[in-house]
């Protein structure tokens, strides 16, 4: 069964840092692409940034040039890196992503996978 897991989330101050990390498992041929989304109390989840396996990135408007999104292959890992942070920030982080593999011995493709996210919260 195919896994994300998240880490790296906490509470920091306006104006500071944080690196979020996930890290995929299971039965994968290859990845289509990983994302980061976030969900504010009161607001809909909304995309963050996205990489896809061709190295193409998306990001929202609200944090392009303030994070990063990038990954380790041998460590089916990607990265959320997150500078001059904003309290409007503040919301629970979640790793997506959208891959080809193996379901009961059968190749699937086109599968959606969601971490169960991790808590930023920027306050002074």
């Known amino acids: 069964q195919v896994q994300l897991v998240e880490s790296g989330g906490g509470l920091v101050q306006p104006g500071g840092s944080l690196t979020l990390s996930c890290t995929a498992s299971?039965?994968?041929?290859?990845?289509?692409?990983m994302d980061w989304y976030r969900q504010a109390p009161g607001k809909e989840r909304e995309l963050v940034a996205r990489?896809?396996?061709?190295?193409?990135?998306n990001y929202a408007d609200s944090v392009k040039g303030r994070f990063t999104i990038s990954r380790d292959n041998a460590k089916m890992t990607v990265y959320l890196q997150m500078n001059s942070l904003k309290p409007e920030d503040t919301a629970v982080y979640y790793c997506?992503?959208?891959?080809?593999?193996?379901?009961?011995?059968?190749?699937?493709?086109?599968?959606?996978?969601w971490g169960k996210g991790t808590l930023v919260t920027v306050s002074s």
């Open positions: 997506k992503t959208n891959l080809n593999g193996l379901v009961g011995g059968v190749r699937r493709y086109g599968m959606d996978y």
């Open positions: 299971g039965s994968i041929f290859s990845i289509n692409s």
């Open positions: 990489l896809t396996s061709v190295g193409t990135t």
